[in-house]
């Protein structure tokens, strides 16, 4: 098989657990993984110091890093988020880090693609692997020129990964953007697949079918809103392909995860359906979901007005004081 996989459960997965991980949860996937044909495992993010709390797979120190390095037999990947990150940050999130792991994946919104770049270039002259993860691939259209843009790539970064942030991208649209990014980079190409309309797992088989150089996916599809494609499902289907795998380990793995499942409930429903067909922002539907002070009706309403552009359909009378004091005098 002529493509990569990579697993980030820990750095997707960690939007629900605020990338506080256990460490014997850890252990037991470090250990499953070493057995399974996956390629890289992406460990979390790099970040600068923030007021808001993060587990330690938010910052990724190194003194974690070294451990997992001598632990596990994988390529090892963190992932910058290009909005929080200048180039003269690589000497505290980069640099230090070095000989540690083998991939930068940097986070990028298409609309600060030309900042991106140069972010870009200057981690790969530092000797890292660099992914660049261009999210929101299901807008890439709408965004004024950026298919032009693509060829600054080339020799900046060694693959530039799609990535169905919404969850809302059909198979034709695969097979179309990897045929437009042919034509116009020559670094390898990638996917990140998002479950919100369950197109993850035929998303990236299409991709795999279209000579895609790397795919990725998570344990039990852990991750943001309605999650990744699952990993277990992946291999799984490889399996039938012909790909060797243990499935003791996967079991294993899946067992690890199985209580943060219980806990959490990641996975697909009515609101990540709404806002995957519609390309709404994931951040902003987790948060609703989460949200015990809202009904599941009442977000589920908001959503499909926001989809069709109107205003919250819930009218309520406006308080008019001064008809209350004249009620309030004639009870007198």
């Given at each position: 098989?002529?493509?990569?996989?990579?697993?980030?459960?820990?750095?997707?997965?960690?939007?629900?657990?605020?990338?506080?991980?256990?460490?014997?949860?850890?252990?037991?996937?470090?250990?499953?993984?070493?057995?399974?044909?996956?390629?890289?495992?992406?460990?979390?993010?790099?970040?600068?110091?923030?007021?808001?709390?993060?587990?330690?797979?938010?910052?990724?120190?190194?003194?974690?890093?070294?451990?997992?390095?001598?632990?596990?037999?994988?390529?090892?990947?963190?992932?910058?988020?290009?909005?929080?990150?200048?180039?003269?940050?690589?000497?505290?999130?980069?640099?230090?880090?070095?000989?540690?792991?083998?991939?930068?994946?940097?986070?990028?919104?298409?609309?600060?693609?030309?900042?991106?770049?140069?972010?870009?270039?200057?981690?790969?002259?530092?000797?890292?692997?660099?992914?660049?993860?261009?999210?929101?691939?299901?807008?890439?259209?709408?965004?004024?020129?950026?298919?032009d843009k693509l060829p600054k790539l080339n020799g900046s970064v060694d693959i530039l990964v799609m990535v169905d942030s919404f969850g809302s991208v059909f198979p034709d649209d695969v097979r179309e953007t990897i045929r437009i990014l042919r034509e116009r980079v020559s670094c390898k190409i990638g996917f990140h697949g998002h479950n919100n309309?369950?197109?993850?797992?035929?998303?990236?088989i299409t991709a795999i079918n279209n000579g895609i150089d790397s795919v990725d996916g998570t344990i039990l599809g852990m991750g943001r809103g309605a999650g990744n494609l699952n990993m277990e499902m992946l291999l799984t289907y490889l399996n039938k392909e012909g790909l060797k795998l243990d499935f003791g380990a996967l079991s294993d793995a899946?067992?690890?995860?199985?209580?943060?499942?219980?806990?959490?409930?990641?996975?697909?429903?009515?609101?990540?359906?709404?806002?995957?067909?519609?390309?709404?922002?994931?951040?902003?539907?987790?948060?609703?979901?989460?949200?015990?002070?809202?009904?599941?009706?009442?977000?589920?309403?908001?959503?499909?007005?926001?989809?069709?552009?109107?205003?919250?359909?819930?009218?309520?009378?406006?308080?008019?004081?001064?008809?209350?004091?004249?009620?309030?005098?004639?009870?007198?």
């Amino acid at each position: 098989m002529n493509f990569k996989i990579l697993d980030c459960t820990l750095r997707d997965g960690g939007y629900y657990t605020d990338w506080d991980f256990d460490d014997a949860l850890v252990s037991q996937y470090l250990t499953a993984m070493n057995r399974l044909p996956v390629d890289y495992l992406e460990l979390g993010y790099r970040n600068n110091p923030s007021a808001e709390y993060l587990g330690k797979f938010g910052y990724t120190p190194k003194h974690i890093l070294e451990k997992i390095r001598q632990f596990s037999n994988k390529k090892l990947a963190v992932m910058l988020n290009e909005k929080s990150t200048t180039i003269a940050d690589r000497q505290t999130l980069v640099v230090p880090i070095k000989g540690l792991v083998d991939t930068i994946r940097i986070a990028v919104d298409p609309k600060n693609f030309d900042r991106a770049v140069e972010l870009a270039g200057a981690i790969r002259k530092e000797g890292f692997e660099v992914s660049f993860n261009m999210m929101y691939m299901s807008k890439w259209k709408s965004y004024d020129g950026l298919f032009d843009k693509l060829p600054k790539l080339n020799g900046s970064v060694d693959i530039l990964v799609m990535v169905d942030s919404f969850g809302s991208v059909f198979p034709d649209d695969v097979r179309e953007t990897i045929r437009i990014l042919r034509e116009r980079v020559s670094c390898k190409i990638g996917f990140h697949g998002h479950n919100n309309l369950q197109m993850s797992l035929i998303n990236t088989i299409t991709a795999i079918n279209n000579g895609i150089d790397s795919v990725d996916g998570t344990i039990l599809g852990m991750g943001r809103g309605a999650g990744n494609l699952n990993m277990e499902m992946l291999l799984t289907y490889l399996n039938k392909e012909g790909l060797k795998l243990d499935f003791g380990a996967l079991s294993d793995a899946v067992t690890a995860f199985s209580p943060l499942y219980e806990k959490y409930r990641w996975g697909t429903q009515l609101p990540y359906m709404i806002s995957g067909a519609n390309s709404l922002p994931q951040k902003e539907v987790m948060a609703l979901v989460q949200n015990r002070a809202y009904s599941f009706e009442s977000i589920v309403r908001g959503l499909s007005n926001r989809k069709d552009n109107v205003e919250d359909n819930a009218k309520f009378p406006i308080f008019d004081e001064d008809r209350k004091s004249t009620r309030l005098n004639s009870s007198h």
